[in-house]
């Protein structure tokens, strides 16, 4: 597997525009991309650093994974994402050394990626998505 770069890193919020303000306005980022991912239940939010990106998520229902997460754990980094060449042959090989996967299969993301995350208990306690952009 080769790890082309960190795409984003993934932060939960309560509200988004807020933090919008606070990441475009106060610390003068970039915003360039919203959309909402119905698949994931959330709303998302990209903001441009250098060479990789912040990712706002707002749950959008109750069930969804980042719902869930603000529950258990409050607001704050979520996930780190890794870009990977071909996410498929990643998922395998992950698979094959035994490593614990979230999704075993890749799923859509944001932007037209496919993504899957590694489970926390196999990255000591860090969510780690793996995804791979449509170019």
Do not use: W
């Not at 709303?43 to 749950?59: D, R, Y």
């Not at 060449?85 to 944001?110: C, F, N, Q, T, Y």
Request: glycine share 8%; net charge negative.
């Amino acid at each position: 597997m080769k790890i082309k770069c960190i795409s984003h890193l993934g932060i939960a919020v309560k509200e988004l525009e807020p933090v919008k303000k606070l990441y475009g306005e106060n610390l003068q980022l970039e915003g360039h991309h919203e959309e909402v991912v119905e698949s994931q239940k959330v709303k998302v939010s990209f903001f441009k650093v250098g060479e990789t990106n912040i990712e706002l998520l707002l749950a959008t229902s109750p069930e969804s994974a980042v719902a869930k997460y603000i529950e258990k754990n409050g607001e704050g980094i979520h996930h780190v994402a890794f870009e990977v060449e071909d996410l498929e042959s990643a998922l395998e090989e992950l698979k094959a050394a035994g490593v614990k996967l979230i999704d075993e299969k890749p799923r859509e993301g944001a932007h037209g990626a496919k993504i899957a995350f590694i489970h926390p208990k196999a990255t000591h306690g860090v969510l780690i998505e793996l995804c791979q952009h449509a170019h």
